[in-house]
């Protein structure tokens, strides 16, 4: 069982960060995380943003990636998808994460999606602690 770090912001306490890279990437022909168009991969950009919000922010992947990612990112960050779920894709990373961490509520963010960007995560999470009943925030 994974322990979860404080995050000294209280009013975010129980939003777990996540980045979700367990993809098999087939029709984009590598590893959409670990592209690297600039200075840092999609993956490490994801991260960042996250970052800015809470920490420590955990990232999914297959299990066939891990060995891969734990040379780009810190392997106390990488949560390999749970094997004996019988589901495929986005809600097989964050059905794992949340049955290990079943008390928090996630903050999920593809690697794919190099154009997010602070001002969007900020209102989503703006809206996260003022409206505590809601169960979901997704922005269109």
């Known amino acids: 069982m994974q322990t979860r770090l ?15 890279c367990g993809g098999q990437s087939t029709r984009m022909g590598m590893d959409k995380g670990l592209i690297k ?7 490490q950009q994801s991260v960042e943003l996250l970052s800015a919000i809470t920490v420590p922010v955990l990232i999914s992947v297959n299990p066939q ?3 891969t990612y734990k ?5 106390g960050q990488l949560i ?7 589901i495929a894709g986005p809600l097989h990373g964050i059905l794992s994460i949340h049955l290990q961490f079943p008390d928090l509520d996630l903050l999920v963010l593809a ?12 209102l989503l999470t703006a809206q996260y602690q003022h409206h505590r009943e809601f169960e979901a925030f997704v922005f269109r």
Request: charged share 15%; hydrophobic share 40%.
């Open 6 to 20: 404080p995050t000294g912001n209280t009013n975010l306490d129980k939003l777990q960060p996540v980045v979700l």
């Open 111 to 122: 690697c794919d999606m190099p154009m997010m960007n602070q001002e969007v995560l900020s």
């Open 71 to 75: 040379t780009a990112m810190p392997s």
């Open 37 to 43: 168009p600039k200075d840092i991969t999609w993956v």
């Open 65 to 67: 990636q891990v060995s």
């Open 80 to 86: 390999a998808d749970d094997p004996l779920l019988i």
